[in-house]
């Protein structure tokens, strides 16, 4: 079992990946969870696959389990079903010394960790998540939130998990789909500050697509491993360092929020067309030259992913696109900063980028065929 510790001052846990970890969850879990009964919240798709086996595994230890089925997607992250949540567990009577678990993808994980953040003021909560994206990416760091009518995250809370358990057997009742958005999370961190690991993803991508184990838990803990050393070092994002980890997401969250944070454009899908708008635009501004954007372009083309607003079929123009940047958690003094590149592994702040040029951009790369 790999198992990464995430240094944070005065809240330091574990990541543990290893096939199976879910059928023996009761046994990670017991030391955090204080009496006999513990609140898991979850989604359908997910609780078809594995409330029995993590049920079975929380008796085994004498934890008994009560759970909140929440409807999967998107559209769950929202106030209603976070007012929902919270209520439950309090009808639960969780107290603020006790965890909870969230058992899913993003979703559930933003979304339950925003509600622990909350209750009785924060209590505990036990990170499983079931999805890539989850375990490479928002499943460690304790970013929280949920989604508003203004745009994506944009109310919610740093609240760090006591655990996570990253099981690499519940990749294989993902969608092929919700597989390959989850994978560009992976991709990202080659982009960030590790050239040699981009290059491993380009060689060894398609088999830990295809569902080869040993690739799918090498890129799990390098992922993890390198989100970890950036959280540690600037946990809320006051330096400037875990920014990069938002490398695709000023233009994926733009897209996202043109397409309704809906099926038709996933988050990790949203990402990965970020990434390669953020490497062409990088070119345009002198940053990048153009051999190393397309090679990022043709890496995630090849992984089945969007590296093409228009073929999205979007009626919106670049200043449309832009003005839901507006809304973006970077924002500084009126000021977006963006995520660029000076090549491959070679991410840094950009704090001087004109919207009105990033708009014309986009209004190019709308019209590319």
């Keep these: 079992m790999a198992v990464i510790p995430v240094n944070i001052a005065g809240a330091p846990y574990d990541v543990r990946i290893e096939a199976g970890l879910l059928a023996n969850a009761g046994q990670h879990c017991r030391p955090f969870i204080r009496g006999g009964k513990v609140a898991v919240v979850t989604d359908e798709r997910v609780a078809a696959a594995w409330r029995a086996p993590v049920s079975a595994s929380l008796a085994a230890v004498g934890i008994a389990s009560e759970w909140l089925v929440l409807p999967a997607g998107e559209a769950t992250k929202g106030w209603e079903h976070l ?3 919270t209520e439950w567990l309090l009808e639960q009577g969780v107290e603020r010394k006790d965890s909870v678990i969230a058992l899913g993808g993003g979703v559930i994980g933003d979304l339950t960790g925003f509600a622990a953040s909350m209750v009785k003021r924060g209590c505990g909560f036990i990170q ?3 999805t890539l994206l989850a375990q490479v990416d928002s499943s460690v760091g304790g970013k929280t939130a949920i989604n508003t009518a203004a745009g994506k995250n944009l109310v919610g809370a740093f609240h760090q998990p006591v655990l996570v358990l990253a099981d690499p057997l519940a990749l294989d009742t993902l969608p092929p789909r919700e597989m390959r958005a989850g994978y560009a999370e992976v991709v990202k961190y080659g982009l960030i500050d590790d050239a040699e690991f981009f290059a491993w993803c380009e060689a060894h991508g398609p088999a830990l697509l295809a569902g080869d184990a040993a690739a799918r838990e090498h890129a799990i803990a390098t992922s993890v491993a390198a989100k970890a050393r950036i959280v540690a070092a600037d946990e809320k994002e006051t330096l400037g ?3 990069l980890l938002n490398l695709g997401h000023t233009f994926g969250h733009a897209l996202e929020a043109e397409t309704g944070f809906s099926d038709r454009l996933l988050h990790g899908e949203g990402v ?5 708008l953020a490497a062409r635009y990088s070119v345009r501004r002198g940053l990048m030259n153009g051999q190393d954007a397309e090679r990022v372009a043709a890496h995630i083309a090849a992984a089945g992913l969007p590296e093409s607003i228009s073929a999205l079929g979007m ?4 200043a449309k696109l832009t003005a839901h940047m507006l809304h973006d958690k970077k924002m500084d003094a009126g000021t977006l900063p963006f995520l660029l590149m000076r090549g491959i592994g070679q991410t840094f702040l950009a704090k001087d980028v004109d919207l009105a040029d ?3 951009f986009l209004d190019g790369e ?3 065929a």
Aim: no cysteine.
């Design 272 to 276: 990965a067309l970020g990434m390669v």
């Design 83 to 85: 007012a929902r949540t």
């Design 241 to 243: 360092l875990r920014a």
């Design 128 to 130: 499983m998540p079931t």
């Design 366 to 368: 709308l019209a590319r």
């Design 315 to 318: 009626k919106a123009d670049g």
């Design 358 to 360: 990033v708009a014309a």
